[in-house]
C-alpha cells in the first residue's frame, strides 16, 4: 500500500457505516471491504472535489441475497422531490432512482449495465437538481475500481 493511499483507505472507513470491516484492497481510487454483519462486500471510492465529505459510490456484493454488482451513490446533497439523478459514464447515460442523499440503480438489469460502463470507463459524474431547486454533480475517477469491484466479489465468494 503506497503512503497516498493510507488517507484514501482511513476516510473510506469513516465514510461507510460503522461495523466490523476487513480492508480487501486499496486500487488507486477506489477500496474494497468485506462486512460480516450484514454479509457484504463493497467497493467504495470518493468523488473528485470539494464534495460533501460523507458522499461516494459503492458497487456491493449481498451473498446472502444472491445480489452482486449493486450500486449505491451517497450524494453530496439531497436531491429535490422529483428525484431525478442522472449517471452519466462513458457516453453512456442511466436514469437513476434517487430519494434525499441516496441513488441507486432502478434493477439488477441495469446494475450490471453500469457495472460493464464502469469496467470500460475513465470517468463517472452523477448530476441532479438539489432540493434548492439548483443542480449539481458528484464526479469519480474510475482508475481501480473494477479491480476493487473484483476484490469485493472474490473477498465474498470465500
Known sequence: MTKAALPL???LAISAPATARDSLGVYS?????RDDTPSRCYAIAKPRGNNASASFASVATWPD???RGQLHLRLSRAVGD???AVLSIG???FALV???????ASDGRMDAQIVAAMRSASRMSVAARGANGARF???YSLTGAATAMDAATVGCAR
Do not use: P, Y
Open 98 to 104: 434517487a430519494k434525499g442523499r441516496n441513488a441507486w
Open 91 to 93: 457516453g453512456e447515460e
Open 29 to 33: 481510487n477506489w477500496a474494497a471491504f
Open 137 to 139: 454533480s458528484d464526479r
Open 82 to 84: 422529483d428525484g431525478d
Open 9 to 11: 483507505l482511513a476516510l
Open 65 to 67: 441475497k444472491g445480489i
